[in-house]
């Protein structure tokens, strides 16, 4: 609302900015002037044109007679709706100095400059000039802008903002207080270019909505179908689902209860160890959390009408997202490359997920440490998934499964600057000295595979052999 405590900070401002701009009009103002200027602000993001005010500093309250009776201003509204196709809000404020006139223009649409009698228009200094080519350019490349900057919700109250966002769990996820007044609670978030104001108001971009939406199909239903949905199967393959639930929370401030959720629901682990005996679920939670977090991280936000995937069958879960990595699964230990940096830094910022490629690390370690499989990493025409199997004993792994083990062992020993050996490699299977042999066959069929290769940098005997991954 603008009050004459708003034209007093107007008149005190520095300079004219982008959205606003200052006439005396003391008599009146021409309408083919106002029209212009309402279609250059549009093209600006938006603005207000104050008349009865001087725009030369200091700026001074000097009355203006223009649109004086309510049917002029009412004529004027409707010929720029008639004209511009757009509404302009008038409010007349009475300054002890005078009747000031504001005109409230509203931003243009994305992606679409707007134009008067064929020019596109915008403000050079004191002058109403055409659009540059460059500037059209990069307007009408808007709608091609990348899926986070898009508008969730626009004309947002302040309330709205604080309605739709779960700013509490935002401030607690960054470890600072929560502010004591709402305007400090938007201007944070201004600050991160979660919302942006406009001169109607705040504007969502899906960035702040997927991450903290208390409700995501509170934005739209194209927003709801990008929350995680988790489906438990009965026995090994999807024939009959015991349970099937869909998020609806944003992923970071959601993130926390789906992992507990997941991992509550896993079977328990019959066979763990005595070194982790305080964990008897089958799944390891700080791998399930990666996992997920991995699949929420960098799945490809353009792909419609599907989701992050969490499927649980009662020998393995599969975790999938839509879209094809941007590296080969292959050097998914090693190397890190986002998809979605914007999301990617601020769910590192939550401490949600670390930018630094460990997450898979985590992942394979813990499905060691937890005496399971070495988890599958699966690319498809669409989606990528990334398995995570129950326990198995060793006689029952397939070729595929020890080679798969061999390899991601070799990776990860190599990224924390050690070597794999037969002996690293026994104790990663739980094998005893006398299955050496063994071990010595799966180095070999690894080898074969083109995934490992000898460290020719230490000893060449057999018995000392020291391993790097094919990439080292």
């Not at 690894?446 to 490992?452: M, S």
Request: glycine share 4%.
């Amino acid at each position: 609302m603008i009050t004459l405590e708003t034209l007093e900070k107007w008149l005190n401002a520095p300079a004219e900015t982008e959205r606003l701009e200052f006439k005396e009009a003391k008599q009146q103002y021409d309408t083919t002037k106002l029209l212009r200027y309402c279609v250059a602000l549009a093209n600006e993001g938006g603005g207000y044109l104050v008349l009865g005010v001087t725009d030369k500093l200091p700026r001074r309250v000097v009355g203006s007679q223009a649109f004086l009776s309510p049917t002029d201003l009412n004529d004027i509204k409707s010929r720029i709706v008639d004209k511009l196709r757009f509404r302009v809000d008038a409010t007349e404020l009475l300054h002890p100095d005078g009747r000031v006139l504001v005109f409230e223009v509203p931003t243009r649409p994305v992606g679409q400059p707007l134009a008067f009698d064929g020019a596109y228009l915008m403000r050079v200094g004191e002058d109403l000039v055409p659009m540059t080519p460059d500037v059209l350019k990069s307007i009408f490349a808007e709608d091609q802008q990348d899926w986070f900057s898009r508008p969730a919700r626009c004309n947002a109250s302040p309330d709205d903002v604080i309605a739709l966002l779960d700013t509490q769990t935002y401030f607690e996820l960054l470890k600072i207080p929560y502010p004591t007044n709402r305007d400090a609670v938007l201007e944070r978030l201004q600050s991160q270019d979660l919302i942006k104001q406009t001169t109607q108001g705040w504007t969502i971009i899906n960035l702040a909505a997927i991450l903290l939406a208390k409700k995501l199909d509170a934005f739209s239903p194209t927003l709801a179908r990008k929350a995680a949905r988790f489906v438990i199967y009965e026995g090994i393959n999807k024939l009959k689902t015991r349970n099937d639930t869909t998020g609806i929370r944003g992923y970071a401030v959601g993130f926390e209860g789906l992992v507990d959720f997941v991992h509550s629901a896993a079977p328990q682990n019959r066979f763990v160890e005595e070194v982790v005996r305080e964990e008897v679920k089958m799944f390891p939670k700080q791998a399930l959390r990666e996992l997920i977090a991995n699949a929420l991280v960098h799945q490809d936000f353009l792909a419609t009408g599907t989701s992050v995937m969490i499927e649980m069958y009662s020998d393995r879960i599969e975790i999938s997202n839509p879209g094809i990595p941007p590296i080969k699964v292959e050097r998914f230990i090693d190397e890190n490359r986002s998809r979605n940096e914007q999301l990617a830094y601020l769910m590192r910022l939550f401490r949600i997920c670390e930018e630094k490629g460990s997450g898979i690390d985590k992942v394979v370690s813990a499905a060691e440490g937890f005496q399971l499989p070495a988890p599958d990493f699966r690319v498809g025409e669409i989606r990528t998934t990334a398995v995570l199997f129950a326990h198995q004993d060793f006689a029952d792994m397939s070729k595929a499964d020890r080679i798969r083990a061999c390899y991601q062992h070799c990776c990860l020993l190599y990224v924390n600057n050690q070597r794999m050996s037969n002996q690293t490699l026994r104790e990663r299977f739980r094998l005893s000295d006398s299955q050496v042999a063994t071990v010595s066959l799966i180095i070999g069929a690894t080898k074969e595979a083109g995934l490992i290769k000898a460290d020719e940098s230490e000893s060449t005997s057999t018995r000392y052999a020291r391993y790097l991954p094919f990439w080292a």
